[in-house]
């Protein structure tokens, strides 16, 4: 994968994660929290990958 467009991809996991989350909290629903936290869990999935693979090649 292109690594801008992994980027933007991580960058939309987070942001619409965290959306999702704050807006369940505020809002009193459950679904769109229980959504936000698995975008949440996503994009750090992603992040840590990319983190480890960086760390192996050295």
Sequence with gaps: M????????IATA???GISGVAYG???KN???FIAGLFFVIA???LIR???K??????
């Design 30 to 32: 459950d679904p769109v």
């Design 14 to 16: 987070c942001v619409l």
């Design 49 to 51: 990958r990319k983190l």
């Design 2 to 9: 292109n690594p801008k467009t992994e980027k933007i991809l």
């Design 43 to 45: 994009g750090y999935l």
């Design 53 to 58: 693979g960086r760390v192996q090649d050295e």
């Design 25 to 27: 909290m505020a809002g």
